[in-house]
């Protein structure tokens, strides 16, 4: 029995059956642990959708920032941006139950030593505060209101966490910080334009992980969502979004000894994926 934490995918079908073949994935026995973005702008997002939602039990996903992107969309909120590669989704005729699916999805998952989230915590939340709030939005995806905060969902303000925020903009706040930040000032503040390597960051930013006094040190944190850092492995955090879209690797983590596993990507030219 073992259990793989597995980088960014973002509708590349094709490497993830490459690198479960490498991993001798059996799904009666071992467990899947995806950082998210699972679909959108590779080819296949409908494959892996179908396929992560068949591992029933043996797999989690946590939501990530085109997940998010498809729930929108399939919501008439936003239509498709020039890159996205979401029709075979949207015209599906199951279209409505991987939707519904994806938004039961968490925004956080914690088990085994490990919190696992897409993007990033801010500096001031602690495990147990990030799994709070994070349900705060899993509540709202699974209830009435969903299509409203939805609709409310896009926007890069409020730009920093207090407990004092309500409604959609608290639960905008929420969602960024776990599925868009990179970056951040030491007291939390967010930016979203950069998006480049870590030594072009804006002044007086910094990565998210590297803020001295973060509040959710006590426990190792595995994300993705930020490419251009590549693999990241420390005692404290593991990167695993590595490129796979962009023609560099997907990459996979064994939980119980850290083992990486990589296999090489095919770049978008010729294959159907989209910049």
């Not at 994070?134 to 730009?159: I, T, W």
């Not at 083992?259 to 990507?265: L, N």
């Amino acid at each position: 029995m073992a259990t793989y934490a597995i980088g960014d995918i973002q509708g590349c079908f094709e490497p993830l059956e490459r690198l479960l073949d490498k991993l001798r994935f059996d799904p009666v026995q071992d467990t899947l642990w995806f950082v998210g973005d699972l679909v959108n702008r590779g080819p296949q997002s409908l494959e892996v959708l179908r396929f992560v939602k068949g591992l029933g039990e043996r797999a989690v996903t946590v939501l990530g920032n085109h997940d998010f992107h498809l729930l929108v969309v399939a919501a008439g909120h936003v239509k498709q941006h020039h890159s996205d590669t979401l029709d075979t989704v949207l015209a599906a005729p199951d279209c409505d139950e991987l939707v519904d699916w994806l938004r039961h999805r968490p925004l956080v998952h914690a088990a085994h030593g490990w919190l696992m989230v897409h993007a990033g915590l801010l500096p001031s939340w602690t495990v147990d505060k990030a799994i709070a709030l994070a349900g705060e939005v899993e509540a709202m995806l699974r209830s009435d209101g969903c299509h409203e905060f939805l609709r409310a969902l896009y926007g890069d303000r409020p730009d920093r966490w207090s407990d004092d925020l309500t409604g959609h903009d608290r639960l905008r706040v929420i969602v960024n910080a776990m599925c868009r930040m990179r970056v951040c000032t030491p007291d939390g503040q967010m930016e979203f334009a950069y998006k480049g390597e870590p030594g072009g960051m804006p002044p007086g930013y910094m990565q998210w992980f590297d803020v001295p006094v973060r509040a959710s040190r006590d426990i190792p944190i595995l994300f993705g969502h930020w490419s251009p850092n590549g693999l990241v492995k420390r005692r404290d955090v593991v990167a695993l979004d590595t490129g796979c879209l962009w023609g560099r690797s997907l990459t996979a983590m064994r939980l119980e000894d850290q083992a990486i596993f990589e296999i090489p990507c095919p770049g978008p030219e010729g294959r159907g994926y989209s910049r």
